[in-house]
């Protein structure tokens, strides 16, 4: 029976297992500089046993940060910090992917070039706070892009793929999820442009496939994968059809033959009651590999498998607790609770001494 300790390839990715560590914010990157450090190779290397890790969220510009201490794509700096987490990965014989990102208007002009403001499809300020070096702060109305802007923005996702090339990963993931620039563009609670990119669901799509079409030709589509989040309404997010939408997404991400598609099926911080939505019908619309996350534990990602919904899971939260989640999901051990004071910044404390069995 398939389960989730059976092999499964993911475009050219075999992995050993469908344990998948999710992408998980840290803020701890070595500032000045937002460069990967040692810590931030041990925190990776405890988990290689994944079947795949998914980097942290990773800025592809000046232009794309929107939280402190977050490790970017864009420098040489960064780029040498990166290959020494992949290097240390690969030796243990696991696998990672980089998850490209650019926040849009959920930054803050103190996190951004000269002060600059955030930028977005349309000037809206989504309600919420930025955490900053400042602490939190009100976003603020971000700048529309114009149009002749976004093949400077499609052109950032290019250099940053070519980086993660560089330094040596097995692939690249398109953040297109959580209320960050390419799903501002998608829903149309955030998209209130007239031109070519805004309006029509096909609209709203454009900009995600100029940016999936440049990664792949970088990367070739077995190495990219794209990670939606279709009723996600964290970041002040929200879609008039949200169904509609994102089948149409699945459908036209399908002839790229993307190694999968990362959907997160959950809300993060929902105070109204969530859309309903279909996940099978958004499954059955894509052709390729469906990566699942959100609350699962290991029976349900089991059964998931099994029933043949799922092809994978994505594991959050466990795997900041549980470097070992693999071994300790085969041994039926007890998993260790993860601390959410320490989720976001600070020093090795909640990141890096979560223990292995046996440790
Ligand atoms: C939580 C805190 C900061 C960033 C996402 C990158 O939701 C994030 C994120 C999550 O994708």
Redesign the pocket.
Known sequence: MTDLFSPVKLGSMVLANRIVMA???R?RAAMPGNVPQDNNVTYYTQRASAGLIIT??TPISAMAH??PA?PGIHTAEQVAGWKKVVDSVHAKGGKIVL?L?H?GR?SHPSLLPDNALPVAPSAIKPAGQA?TYEGLQDFVTPRALEVNELAGIVQEYKAAAQNALEAGFDGVEV?S????LLDQFLRDGSNKRTDQYGGSIPNRSRLLLEVMATVCKVWGADRVGV?I?PI?P??DMHDSNPQALFNHVAEVLSPFNLAYLHV?EIG?GATEALPDFDFASLRRAFRGNYMANGGYDKARGNAAIANNLVDCVAYGVPYIANPDLVERFAKDAPLNQADQSS??GGSEKGYTDYPALGA
């Open positions: 992408p998980l914010t803020n942290e969220a929107g939280y977050t998850q990102w926040v959920i955490y953040h999820a959580n209320g960050y990670r989040s996600n964290f970041n997160m993060i989720f976001y």
